[in-house]
């Protein structure tokens, strides 16, 4: 039985790539779905491209984040299954159909959530490896998040841009927060859903491909926001440390390893002593072939061993500035807005 799956997109100025998230979404060899798209009071021509597909186009009247378009085109689907992506994110063509067969996978049925018990399966996917603009950062972006998503077959999260539901079930979770941070938005529906006895399971087949357009900047800039608004939201759950997506143990590690080499490299320029540059090498072998071993092999796996070498240098050597920077710039923001 191939159930009718409400496809969810949210689209702010996504002239650059809701025209390509579209046709791809059309072209699916599955055959019973429907495409609903939420402007979120977009002042580039993104809305004019939407209307020449066969979608549903839902207006909102002021700009409100992604939560809001979310919920709305949720509310406004008829889909048993609502499937949550992003306005540059590309459906295979056998998305939708790996979408039907793990929710037809998900046993027993979804109760209510005020009944009590587990409460069902939420379903995620993922990036491919190779994003749809395939440079260098771009594809390190896609595989660090591929990779982050996937490891674990019971994630701490499932991400928006991939997320399978139970259009009951999201209701009766109450949908995603609309006040909250600027991102992380599904983190802390999955939280919810799971604290109320839902459980989160990640499907690698379910596959989108992700438009970055990463440049150095681009992508130094993602890490910095992606990791100040996560360490705000951490310390107010208390998780700081869990091993969570893409905020994973093994990056963690790799920020610390990095400031922690940055810290004994001062000693040795400042006292001469070799014993601090041992400590170093000690450190970041540790770190690279203890700590990050499977996820450096995952660059591997998609690129091989020109574009491993550049990536882990990219990674144990730049990433961390910008990681470590978006932790401190959160702490103080946590200290300012939550501590008083």
Known sequence: MNRLISVVIPNYNGTSTIEKCLEAAFSSRYDNFEVIVVDDCSTDNSAEIIKRFPCKLIHLDKHSGASKARNTGAYNSIGE?????????ILQKDTLKAVNKAF???SPPHPPLGKGGQGGV???GTYTRTP?????FSTF???FINYSETKNKEPDYIAAHA???DSRVFMEGGGFPEDFLPIIEDVEFSHRLRRSGYKLVMNPEILVQHIFNFTLLKSLRNAFRKSKYWTVYSLKNKDLFNDSGTASLELKTNVASFFLSMILLLLFFLTGSLIYLIFIVILEAINIRIINRKFIKSFLDAKGLIFTFASTIYYIMVYPVAVGAGSIAGMVDYLLKYKK
């Open 81 to 89: 299954i609502l499937f949550f992506i992003d306005a540059d994110c």
């Open 104 to 106: 037809k996978e998900v």
């Open 122 to 124: 939420v379903i995620g």
């Open 132 to 136: 749809y603009d395939n440079n260098f």
């Open 141 to 143: 972006q896609s595989i």
């Open 163 to 165: 997320m399978v539901i």
